[in-house]
């Protein structure tokens, strides 16, 4: 048996506990007795632990008295932790306890937790795509991925937003128990599609300005219209009648990047609609969505997605 251990704090998202959960214990039902998985939660608070939406949760042990050494260790999300500060009673039982993990981790916002314990120090990392900048600001030694169903780097996995905890626990499964378990389980749970952790986060890119008449909303407007075209700072200043040099300051202190930044992340959310919802061959793909060449793309997927834009296109296939 694989003993799987999941940490319960005051506020946390009571989704982000159930739903991996869940996985592994439906993967019980599909695996020889012995080979499935022990779960086990450990709270950071006494009984009950409120979740976030009111729920009173129960935990089998306490940070004190808890077993430390787990195959698969995570840590859930919460509302309020990307504005929280560092919980030290957690931070120094990870710190502890994730060297002898098999495997460990944290579903949407518990990345903070992780964060605030150096566990993310010079590691790829995933969050909520609505925190990820936050996730950089504070600790700029993580590298985080911001547009990442999952992502893994050696031991450590974390995911994006509540439900696509489940989407990691699936791949945990797949990893320990092969694809057709996992899609057992998923099937079992009404998981429509366990998507792969280079897919998208419901395009987070694109969001609107708040003013619709600012720089920053005709740019983006521009953008999306004319993005096969080449775009340089120097024609997008052009079109809101601005020097390059404010029109860059004024763009990137307003949409929080750069000009450079958002073509790419618009070039990058233009081609993925493509290849998910159109048969148009990658190197057509590529053309429309202005990054010049099959091989410019192939390039920039892998380093932003983890993925070749092929990877990409059959993974949603093998998942519909």
């Keep these: 048996m694989k003993s799987v251990a999941i940490v319960l704090f005051p506020h946390v998202q009571s989704l982000d506990v159930a739903g991996p959960l869940d996985v592994f214990a439906e993967a019980n039902r599909y695996v020889a007795e012995g080979d499935g998985y022990t779960i086990t939660t450990i709270g950071a608070a006494p009984y009950p632990i409120n979740a976030s939406n009111g729920m009173p949760l129960g ?32 931070s120094a039982w990870l710190q502890e306890a994730t060297p002898l993990a098999g495997r460990y981790g944290s579903i949407c916002t518990g990345a903070f937790i992780l964060g605030h314990a150096g566990l993310l120090d010079d590691k790829q990392a995933a969050t909520h795509w609505s925190h990820a900048q936050r996730l950089a600001d504070l600790f700029p030694k993580a590298r985080v991925e911001p547009d990442r169903i999952y992502v893994r780097d050696g031991k450590l996995m974390t995911s994006a937003g509540v439900t696509a905890g489940i989407d990691m626990a699936l791949a945990l499964v797949a990893e320990d128990h092969g694809p057709a378990i996992a899609l057992a389980v998923a099937k079992r749970l009404l998981v429509v599609a366990q998507r792969q952790g280079g897919q998208s986060q419901f395009s987070p890119y694109l969001n609107a300005s708040v003013d619709d008449d600012s720089p ?33 300051r004024v763009f990137a202190r307003d ?16 081609a993925r609609r493509l ?15 202005g990054f010049g060449s099959a091989a410019r793309m192939r390039l920039i997927f892998s380093q932003r997605l983890g993925v070749t834009p092929t990877q990409y296109r059959d993974s949603f296939r093998k998942q519909g």
Excluded: N, W
């Excluded at 504005?83 to 957690?90: K, R, V």
């Excluded at 521009?222 to 775009?231: A, D």
């Excluded at 949409?255 to 233009?270: L, N, S």
């Excluded at 290849?275 to 969505?289: N, R, T």
């Design 59 to 90: 935990a089998q042990y306490t940070l004190a008295d808890a077993p430390k050494a787990f195959d698969i260790l995570l840590v859930p999300g919460g509302p309020l932790l990307p504005d929280s500060a560092e919980m030290p009673h957690i």
């Design 216 to 248: 920053v909303a005709k740019i983006q407007r521009y953008v999306m219209e004319h993005i096969s075209e080449p775009l340089s700072v120097e024609r997008l200043a052009e079109v809101v009648s601005m020097s390059p040099r404010s029109f860059a």
């Design 255 to 270: 949409a929080k990047i750069t000009p450079a930044e958002f073509v790419q992340r618009a070039r990058i959310d233009a």
């Design 275 to 289: 290849l998910e919802g159109s048969e148009m061959v990658i190197k057509a793909v590529a053309y429309h969505c």
